[in-house]
């Protein structure tokens, strides 16, 4: 099983990346995928979930029409658009995939630093 996370990287105040999630080893259509992120000296947060067949996605408050999560089932990837982001988007981010409710793949992290 592997999740290998891409797209990170230094961005300005306002700006935008795209990350990318490649998964490979398990079945992508059959598990729910997120995307968490851990910003400097800080736990885990969760920051958006969409569904297995793609129909709902959800978001943390923080990041509500500011980000865009959404997976292409041809290329077993999920990616999260994020728009306008500040500095407090700092943070290593995650991707994670699960059947049940607990996460049952993490890939190894992309570092987003949002800075001028």
């Known amino acids: 099983v592997q999740l290998v996370e891409s797209g990170g990287g230094l961005v300005q105040p306002g700006g935008s990346l795209r990350l990318s999630c490649a998964a490979s080893?398990?079945?992508?259509?059959?598990?729910?995928m997120s995307w968490v992120r851990q910003a400097p000296g800080k736990g885990l947060e969760w920051v958006s979930t969409?569904?297995?067949?793609?129909?709902?996605?959800y978001y943390t408050d923080a990041v509500k029409g500011r980000f865009i999560i959404y997976r292409d089932y041809d290329k077993n990837t999920m990616y999260l658009q994020m728009n306008s982001l500040k500095s407090e988007d700092t943070a290593v981010y995650y991707c994670?995939?699960?059947?049940?409710?607990?996460?049952?793949?993490w890939g190894q992290g992309t570092q987003v630093t949002v800075s001028s």
């Open positions: 969409i569904d297995m067949d793609g129909t709902s996605a």
């Open positions: 994670a995939g699960r059947v049940g409710p607990s996460y049952d793949y």
């Open positions: 080893g398990f079945i992508f259509a059959a598990s729910h």
